[in-house]
């Protein structure tokens, strides 16, 4: 059974902190990594893709990706209030089109 | 910025009767998916649909769902009879390719089934 593993938080930090979220997969095969966004009853928004080990930065976010380790997180730099939601990690499964979800990570910014 | 739109954002059934949601992918995208997402839990892949037909199913699409392009425009989710379970959030998705694209969605549709 494929599967993706994150920790469910609540994650809080103050506002203008980093924010660390983590993603385990257990498909070594698996070739797309994302990071979605989902506010309450909300879809889920792309923020971020990776495909290749190493950090991808986009303005305040980064990804990072260790396939060795099975391993991808994002960080969020000077995060704002508005930034909280629930974070929610996305692998494709190997050589199939579809996606396995984490749970999420629901994060708190504090003002 | 295109976007993937679905309709109706809300729908309420009975048990047994038939439902249809309806998605408008991104227009030059080719890949089109329905996921589902039941209250506080993951994500869930349903089905994959490129060129006019089905290229992967999860076991959750049962004989009861079925997927449609009617047109060259709306990609449609068929829910024969349905089931008190079957209530959700349904997300249609599009992406340009199959591989190492990313999926954008709709604003979903919230099936509720009584």
């Known amino acids: 059974q494929k599967e993706v593993e994150q920790n469910s938080g609540p994650l809080s930090v103050p506002e203008g902190a980093i924010a660390s979220l983590n993603c385990t997969y257990s498909?070594?095969?698996?070739?797309?990594f994302f990071w979605y966004r989902q506010y309450s009853g909300k879809s889920p928004e792309l923020i971020m893709s990776i495909y290749s080990n190493g950090d991808k930065e986009d303005g305040r976010f980064t990804a990072q990706l260790n396939k060795a380790s099975q391993y991808v997180s994002l960080l969020i730099r000077d995060s704002q209030p508005s930034d909280s939601a629930t974070y929610l990690c996305?692998?494709?499964?190997?050589?199939?089109?579809?996606?396995?979800w984490g749970l999420g990570t629901s994060l708190a910014v504090n003002p | 910025e295109p976007e993937v739109t679905q309709t109706p954002s809300h729908q309420v059934t009975q048990m047994g009767q038939e439902v249809i949601l309806r998605c408008v992918p991104i227009?030059?995208?080719?890949?089109f998916y329905w996921y589902r997402q039941i209250l506080g839990q993951k994500v869930e892949f349903l089905v994959s649909?490129?060129?006019?037909?089905?290229?992967?199913k999860s076991e959750i699409f049962d004989d009861q769902f079925s997927v449609e392009r009617p047109d060259g425009s709306n990609f449609t989710l068929k829910i024969r009879s349905t089931k008190l379970e079957d209530s959700a959030m349904y997300f249609c998705?599009?992406?340009?390719?199959?591989?190492?694209?990313?999926?954008?969605f709709g604003n979903g549709t919230r099936l509720t089934v009584t």
């Open positions: 649909f490129y060129n006019n037909e089905i290229s992967e």
């Open positions: 998705a599009s992406s340009q390719q199959v591989y190492n694209s990313p999926l954008h």
């Open positions: 227009s030059n995208h080719l890949y």
């Open positions: 498909d070594r095969g698996s070739q797309s």
């Open positions: 996305a692998v494709n499964a190997g050589n199939n089109r579809k996606l396995i």
